[in-house]
């Protein structure tokens, strides 16, 4: 049974929103994935932890706290505990690029909701999926995608400061360890656990 089958299968099962967390390394293919899943099942929403990116003001030092770009709490508070308790999902997303605009979001609770991006099944989040996906892809190709999409000019923010952090929440937050499905990012294949 492929991945897709699967979650189908899953989503029969309930009656409310099948909540399931897509997490991996920037560059893994979540991204991708959650557009596959989109495209092939109904009543497919798709959540970005890109829209729960802080403010840079907000921002701590990264050495500081793990993902501290994400506001995971919001995320939490705003889609995942309304979604769990079967009712109405309202979010805002802040816009990096027009700082003093904000766009608000309803998910209602039926359907496939996806959260995907980087961290966004970390220890605090991950009792609120129903299943949770990890996109495994080696760094070195994680990396070589990063700086295909945004340039070489980049490949030192890359490698010295996303990439680090990115592993250490992968050895302090074990995501891979929680997760019901590995999903190999270059291959496609599906380890199951669930």
Not at 9 to 34: P, R, V
Not at 68 to 79: A, G, I, S, T, Y
Request: glycine share 6%.
């Amino acid at each position: 049974m492929d991945l897709l089958q699967r979650l189908a299968a899953c989503k029969d099962e309930q009656q409310h929103a099948l909540i399931i967390g897509i997490d991996g390394g920037s560059g893994a293919g979540k991204t991708t994935l959650a557009e596959q899943i989109e495209q092939a099942l109904p009543n497919v929403t798709v959540i970005s932890t890109n829209d729960f990116i802080m403010p840079l003001s907000q921002q701590q030092d990264r050495s500081q706290q793990i993902g501290q770009e994400m506001d995971w709490q919001r995320l939490k508070k705003q889609v995942l505990i309304p979604l769990a308790h079967h009712k109405q999902a309202k979010y805002w997303c802040y816009d990096v690029t027009e700082p003093m605009q904000q766009r608000w979001n309803v998910v209602e609770p039926y359907g496939i909701v996806i959260v995907g991006g980087i961290y966004s099944t970390r220890l605090e989040l991950a009792p609120y999926y129903d299943i949770k996906i990890w996109v495994s892809t080696p760094a070195h190709i994680r990396l070589a995608r990063n700086i295909e999409k945004d340039g070489e000019h980049l490949r030192t923010f890359w490698e010295q400061e996303q990439l680090p952090a990115e592993q250490r929440y992968i050895e302090e937050h074990l995501p891979h360890k929680y997760a019901e499905m590995i999903l190999d990012g270059q291959t496609g294949a599906v380890t199951s656990r669930i």
